[in-house]
């Protein structure tokens, strides 16, 4: 059976440097039902950042293992996004 996970992440950037969190963008794993833009939101609210969504970035499907480490297609949903209060993120 074929297994597909999909991602959503947030490119925040901030004095032209691009935010990670463990070398990784802000973000988190979509489960049913779930929008990809509150999950972008909620991740980064729990690390600590106020973001705002700027837009939507082309989406990428790639090889890979999803949250439980089983390999499958995942799909990547990301955003350019702002710190609040910043400039414009890009």
Do not use: F
């Not at 729990?46 to 293992?65: C, F, S, Y």
């Amino acid at each position: 059976m074929a297994r597909i996970a999909i991602r959503s992440d947030a490119v925040v950037l901030k004095d032209g440097k691009i935010l990670l969190e463990d070398g990784r963008l802000i973000g988190n794993w979509i489960k049913v039902g779930e929008d990809a833009e509150e999950v972008c939101r909620e991740t980064a609210t729990k690390m600590g950042m106020d973001i705002e969504l700027i837009k939507p970035l082309h989406p990428t499907v790639r090889w890979g293992t999803n949250e439980k480490g089983e390999k499958c297609t995942v799909v990547n949903l990301s955003y350019l996004a702002k710190l609040k209060g910043e400039e414009d993120g890009g």
